[in-house]
C-alpha cells in the first residue's frame, strides 16, 4: 500500500499536536510538517527540546515526517516566501533550510523539501541561476553531513518550475546523491508537457518525496480530488510500482477552515483511487 500523508500548512489553525492526532487518527502513514510560526518555528525559544517531543509524538503516532520549507511570511512579514535562494538578502534562506535539514535529522525525517523561488526583477537569469546553485550546493553539503536526503520542487511560476529544470539543477550540480525530486502530482498537470503518469515514471529513481493534489492545465491551484483534470489511478500504480516506499503527502494549503474533514475525504478518495489502480495485465486486456 502507498504510504499517505497529509500536509500541516492545511491544518494551520490547529495546534500542531491537535493537527497530528487528527491525522493519526484518520489513518495517515506520516506528516509533511511545514516549519513555520505556529508549526514548529525553527528561531523560538527551546527548539532542542520542542523537536525532541515532537520526535517523540511522531514515534508515538506512528507518523512518518518529511520537512517542508514554504511557510509564507517565515522569514519576512511583508514580502511572501521571502527572501529566496535568489534574492540579495538569500543567506536567511540558506540559514532557514540547514536549519531544517538541522531538524530533519533530529526527527528522523525521510526529506527535507524545498525550491528555487520567483527570480527577482531586477536579478539577471544567470546571476539567479549562479546564486541558486550556490546556495543548493551550500545546503547538500550540511545536508550530506546530517544524512537527509534533500527534495528539490519545481514549482510553477518559479526560477525551476519544471522537471527538466530540476535535470538542469541536478546536472549542474555535479549528479549527486541526495539530491532528489519533491514531485507535486497537481503541477505535472499544471505545467508538463507530458502524462502525469510518464513525469512520475520519468523521475522514479530520484523521488525522495511526493505531494499529491487536483490541479487543472495552466492553473495553479491546488483543488480538493475530483475537482481538477488528475486521473489518479494510474498515477497511484505507476507509483506503486516505481519502487518509491516514501510518503505520498496531500498537499492543500487553502483548506485549513475546514482541515478534518478535508483530510477525510482526501484519504478516502485516494485509497479508492488506488484500489482501482490498474495492473498491467488489466491495461492490456480486451
Known amino acids: ?5 497529509y500536509g500541516t500548512n492545511g491544518f494551520a489553525n490547529h495546534r500542531l499536536a491537535d493537527a497530528l492526532d487528527v491525522i493519526a487518527d484518520l489513518g495517515y502513514a506520516g506528516v509533511a510538517l511545514t516549519l513555520d510560526h505556529h508549526h514548529l518555528d525553527p528561531y523560538a525559544d527551546g527548539l532542542g527540546p520542542r523537536v525532541a517531543k515532537l520526535a517523540d509524538r511522531l514515534r508515538t503516532l506512528g507518523l512518518g ?3 517542508e520549507t ?3 511570511f517565515l522569514l519576512d512579514p ?3 516566501h521571502a527572501p529566496t535562494l535568489l534574492d540579495d538578502d538569500r543567506e536567511t534562506r540558506v540559514d532557514f533550510l540547514r536549519r531544517a535539514v538541522a531538524i530533519g535529522a533530529d526527527l528522523g525525517a525521510e526529506a527535507v523539501s524545498f525550491w528555487s523561488g520567483v527570480r527577482p526583477a531586477h536579478v539577471d537569469p544567470a546571476l539567479a541561476w549562479e546564486r541558486l546553485v550556490e546556495g543548493c550546493a551550500r545546503v547538500l553539503d550540511t545536508a550530506w553531513g546530517a544524512g537527509v536526503p534533500l527534495g528539490f520542487e519545481p514549482e510553477p511560476g518559479m526560477l525551476v518550475e519544471t522537471i527538466a529544470g530540476w535535470r538542469a539543477l541536478h546536472r549542474e550540480l555535479g549528479s549527486p546523491t541526495g ?3 519533491t514531485l507535486d502530482i497537481g503541477h505535472c498537470r499544471c505545467n508538463e508537457p ?6 512520475v515514471e520519468a523521475v522514479a529513481g530520484h523521488l525522495v518525496n511526493v505531494q499529491i493534489d487536483d490541479m487543472r492545465r495552466g492553473v495553479h491551484e491546488h ?7 488528475v486521473d489518479f489511478p494510474p498515477v497511484l500504480r505507476v507509483l506503486a510500482d516505481s519502487g518509491y516506499r516514501g510518503l505520498v503527502a496531500v498537499e492543500l494549503p487553502r483548506h485549513s477552515h475546514a482541515a478534518p474533514t478535508v483530510a477525510a475525504q482526501s484519504l478516502a478518495f485516494l485509497r479508492r483511487a488506488e484500489r482501482a489502480a490498474p495492473y498491467p495485465a488489466e491495461e492490456g486486456a480486451s
Open 194 to 199: 507530458d502524462p502525469v503518469p510518464a513525469c
Open 70 to 72: 514554504g511557510a509564507r
Open 78 to 80: 511583508r514580502r511572501k
Open 179 to 181: 539530491f532528489g525530486i
Open 223 to 229: 483543488l480538493e480530488f475530483g475537482e481538477g483534470e
Open 65 to 67: 515526517v518529511v520537512i
Open 1 to 5: 500500500m502507498i504510504r499517505f500523508g
